[in-house]
């Protein structure tokens, strides 16, 4: 089955620690992209990458680092520069960057807590 | 800046109809879309407007009005399980998604 899989499901993250969250989709889609979740709140992008090897900046990427060595993977580091990491964090792709209808498969979260 | 509006909350009763409405201001506008959310869930594209209009999927459509920078989803025979928060996003020619903060929509039985 085609689809985005995140992993952990959860979390923890101890202070002063980077910790990294998985993210792999096999749907051949070009543009991949992270975003943060609070409650109540919308999704907020974090970064994005519409090729390999190349990623940019979303709208709250301090604290925040990527990387992009393959079509099929884009893993998010939580760094310890973030100060207030706990939230929902949600992978998303798509299949042509820049699309006039760009559509974004979501997988299914990991949940970030501090301990 | 750039920024979505959306009213935070919805009720209505099974079997009716809904509209939640999103007023948008953003730079290089392409389009609007529309995702689902079941709590704790991942979100799921329902629909997609670039032209001035009403689409329909089933017993959901969705309207774009690009001079009022406005746009709704219409949800039809509401049933319980459309109980979800609704977030519509637009997208700018940069291939940025700005989301809005999201609708949530309580049914009644």
């Known amino acids: 089955d085609g689809g985005i899989t995140q992993s952990p499901k959860y979390l923890f993250r101890k202070e002063g620690q980077n910790v990294t969250l998985s993210c792999e989709q096999n749907?051949?889609?070009?543009?991949m992209y992270w975003y943060r979740q609070d409650p109540g709140q919308g999704l907020r992008l974090i970064y994005y990458?519409?090729?390999?090897?190349?990623?940019q900046k979303g709208d709250i990427a301090e604290g925040y680092s990527v990387s992009r060595e393959k079509k099929e993977s884009f893993p998010l580091t939580v760094t310890s520069a973030q100060k207030n990491p706990t939230a929902f964090y949600l992978c998303?792709?798509?299949?042509?960057?820049?699309?006039?209808?760009?559509?974004?498969?979501f997988g299914a979260g990991t949940r970030l807590s501090v301990l | 800046g750039q920024s979505l509006e959306q009213p935070s909350e919805v009720t209505a009763v099974e079997g009716a109809i809904v509209q939640i409405n999103c007023t948008y201001q953003?730079?290089?506008?392409?389009?609007l879309s529309w995702y689902q959310q079941h709590d704790g869930g991942a979100p799921t594209f329902l629909s997609y407007?670039?032209?001035?209009g009403l689409e329909e999927t089933g017993r959901f459509s969705s309207f774009l009005s690009r001079s009022d920078s406005y746009g709704y989803l219409l949800l039809q025979e509401l049933q319980m399980k459309d109980s979800a928060s609704y977030f519509c996003?637009?997208?700018?020619?940069?291939?940025?998604?700005?989301f809005g903060k999201g609708t949530r929509l309580h049914i009644l039985p």
């Open positions: 998303a792709s798509s299949l042509y960057p820049g699309a006039a209808k760009n559509i974004q498969y």
């Open positions: 749907l051949n889609h070009d543009a």
């Open positions: 990458s519409q090729i390999v090897n190349d990623f």
């Open positions: 953003t730079s290089g506008f392409y389009g």
């Open positions: 407007n670039a032209l001035d």
């Open positions: 996003a637009a997208q700018n020619r940069d291939d940025k998604i700005i």
